[in-house]
């Protein structure tokens, strides 16, 4: 071979490595010839702006789980080519780019790795175009819960707000019976889980106490840079109490803002968000006792498994995992077991076999999750709260939700707003 042609062939393969990589494609080996085809599997997610740490973790929890499926042959022997793109947290972008996804990548399968101003644009997506669509993040109850939204090929593997309200609900109200707690105020960012999920905690905090009044509100624009309005709206407002469920560095940006006007020394306050490594460990000055339902930490589930799974991302990313990790590292053990199942990485019939299935995992309350048949959604995960300190383990002791009574408040929910 001559230097010219062997120079021309160096840059060519250099350009399309290159070009590959712009493009997001990661998490395949190197294929030799014969082997089976690669599956690719779009992600549309948010790598950029003020909750970039959304994407970076989703990403990684999905890495830290496809670098082992691969491993041990892929999807039905086919191995995992994630295309990553960001939609920089806008829905019409998400739509966009998932769109493009399946159409221009050839992608077979989508994590929907959105927060929920998103996920419901990509969900659109995944009904019209009838690709098999798993959904990492949203925690809006109805994306699941409202038949008019369900999907055959659609799954929330994530949290839901409705779980988290009832054992919210339940926890504060003993709260509030011990310490007096009766005039409520809300603070939590103005889009659909917002304001869904408010309205779900106050719901189940008047089911188990029936004396509350809720004396304010105050609804942040998502991503607002200044809280000053807000903390001083709640400060003149004087409740006992208040409930949140900003998120992310919303929530931080709250917290550090709020803590100049000593706010939680003076209020009780429940941030159903704040029990997450990525909220944790970025406040600057963490208040003491501010009461808040699991995210992600390590010490709960209190198993070797967790604490383990914990670990190793840690070692791997140099950074703690936070609740998008878990759920995007979850969705791959789905999908590997389903595959295993049907022997088949086909969306399909990946669907019907994730439909009712149960796989063992460290983050599930009995060691356990399934994704339920009826609504396609996540249920078994550890749910409970607790209250931080501001040093490790942040939440020392969390009191645990119990399954039987969520599913059964959940039913009844349903079936008041016409959701069976």
Same mark, same amino acid.
Request: charge should be positive; glycine fraction near 8%; include cysteine.
């Given at each position: 071979?001559?230097?010219?042609?062997?120079?021309?062939?160096?840059?060519?393969?250099?350009?399309?490595?290159? !070009?590959?990589?712009?493009? *997001?494609?990661?998490?395949?080996?190197?294929?030799?010839?014969?082997?089976?085809?690669?599956?690719?599997?779009?992600?549309?997610?948010?790598? !950029?702006?003020?909750?970039?740490?959304?994407?970076?973790?989703?990403?990684?929890?999905?890495?830290?789980?496809?670098?082992?499926?691969?491993?041990?042959?892929?999807? &039905?022997?086919?191995?995992?080519?994630?295309?990553?793109?960001?939609?920089?947290?806008?829905?019409?972008?998400?739509?966009?780019?998932?769109?493009?996804?399946?159409?221009?990548?050839?992608?077979?399968?989508?994590?929907?790795?959105?927060?929920?101003?998103?996920?419901?644009?990509?969900?659109?997506?995944?009904?019209?175009?009838?690709?098999?669509? %798993?959904?990492?993040?949203?925690?809006? !109850?109805?994306?699941?819960?409202?038949?008019?939204?369900?999907? +055959?090929?659609?799954?929330?593997? &994530?949290?839901?707000?409705?779980?988290?309200?009832?054992?919210? *609900?339940?926890?504060?109200?003993?709260?509030?019976?011990? /310490?007096?707690?009766?005039?409520?105020?809300?603070?939590?960012?103005?889009?659909?889980?917002?304001?869904?999920?408010?309205?779900?905690?106050?719901?189940?905090?008047?089911?188990?106490? /029936?004396?509350?009044?809720?004396?304010?509100?105050?609804? +942040?624009?998502?991503?607002?840079?200044?809280?000053?309005?807000?903390?001083?709206?709640?400060?003149?407002? /004087?409740?006992?109490?208040?409930? !949140?469920?900003?998120?992310?560095?919303?929530?931080?940006?709250?917290?550090?803002?709020?803590?100049?006007?000593?706010?939680?020394?003076?209020?009780?306050?429940?941030?159903?968000?704040?029990?997450?490594?990525?909220?944790?460990?970025?406040?600057?000055?963490?208040?003491?006792?501010?009461?808040?339902?699991?995210?992600?930490?390590?010490?709960?589930?209190?198993?070797?498994?967790?604490?383990?799974?914990?670990?190793?991302?840690?070692?791997?990313?140099?950074?703690?995992?936070?609740?998008?990790?878990?759920?995007?590292?979850?969705?791959?053990?789905?999908?590997?077991?389903? &595959?295993?199942?049907?022997?088949?990485?086909?969306?399909? /019939?990946?669907?019907?076999?994730?439909?009712?299935?149960?796989?063992?995992?460290?983050?599930?309350?009995?060691?356990? %999750?399934?994704?339920?048949?009826?609504?396609? #959604?996540?249920?078994?995960?550890?749910?409970?709260?607790?209250? #931080?300190? +501001?040093?490790? +383990?942040?939440?020392?002791?969390?009191?645990?939700?119990?399954?039987?009574?969520?599913?059964?408040?959940?039913?009844?929910?349903?079936?008041?707003?016409?959701?069976?």
């Amino acid at each position: 071979m001559t230097g010219n042609r062997k120079s021309r062939l160096d840059r060519r393969t250099l350009l399309k490595g290159t !070009s590959a990589a712009a493009i *997001g494609i990661i998490g395949a080996p190197l294929i030799a010839r014969g082997q089976a085809k690669p599956i690719k599997i779009g992600m549309p997610t948010i790598l !950029s702006g003020r909750v970039a740490q959304l994407g970076a973790s989703s990403r990684n929890g999905v890495m830290l789980e496809v670098e082992k499926v691969n491993a041990a042959g892929g999807l &039905a022997g086919r191995p995992i080519e994630m295309v990553i793109r960001d939609s920089k947290g806008a829905p019409q972008e998400a739509a966009r780019v998932a769109r493009e996804l399946v159409n221009s990548d050839g992608c077979e399968i989508l994590i929907d790795a959105e927060a929920s101003s998103g996920a419901f644009a990509v969900h659109e997506v995944a009904r019209d175009l009838k690709v098999l669509c %798993l959904h990492t993040n949203s925690e809006t !109850s109805s994306l699941t819960a409202d038949p008019k939204l369900r999907i +055959p090929n659609a799954f929330r593997v &994530a949290r839901q707000g409705i779980h988290d309200s009832i054992v919210g *609900g339940g926890y504060a109200a003993k709260i509030a019976e011990a /310490k007096k707690l009766t005039k409520w105020m809300t603070c939590s960012p103005d889009y659909a889980y917002g304001r869904d999920t408010t309205a779900q905690f106050i719901e189940y905090l008047k089911h188990f106490k /029936k004396d509350i009044e809720v004396v304010g509100e105050a609804w +942040p624009k998502l991503f607002q840079p200044d809280y000053t309005e807000v903390v001083t709206k709640i400060l003149q407002t /004087k409740p006992q109490a208040m409930y !949140s469920c900003l998120w992310g560095g919303d929530l931080t940006s709250f917290i550090d803002q709020g803590n100049i006007y000593a706010l939680f020394t003076q209020i009780e306050t429940f941030a159903v968000n704040m029990a997450d490594y990525t909220a944790l460990t970025v406040v600057k000055n963490l208040p003491k006792g501010i009461h808040s339902g699991n995210r992600y930490i390590k010490t709960f589930p209190k198993t070797a498994a967790n604490a383990a799974w914990g670990d190793a991302y840690r070692a791997k990313y140099k950074e703690y995992p936070t609740n998008w990790a878990w759920q995007n590292a979850t969705v791959i053990q789905f999908l590997a077991a389903a &595959a295993k199942k049907v022997n088949s990485a086909d969306g399909a /019939k990946l669907a019907e076999a994730l439909r009712g299935l149960t796989i063992e995992s460290p983050f599930g309350t009995d060691g356990k %999750l399934t994704l339920r048949a009826e609504d396609q #959604t996540l249920v078994g995960y550890a749910i409970g709260w607790g209250t #931080t300190i +501001p040093a490790e +383990p942040y939440v020392p002791e969390t009191t645990a939700g119990d399954w039987k009574q969520i599913t059964e408040l959940e039913a009844e929910w349903k079936k008041k707003n016409n959701y069976t």
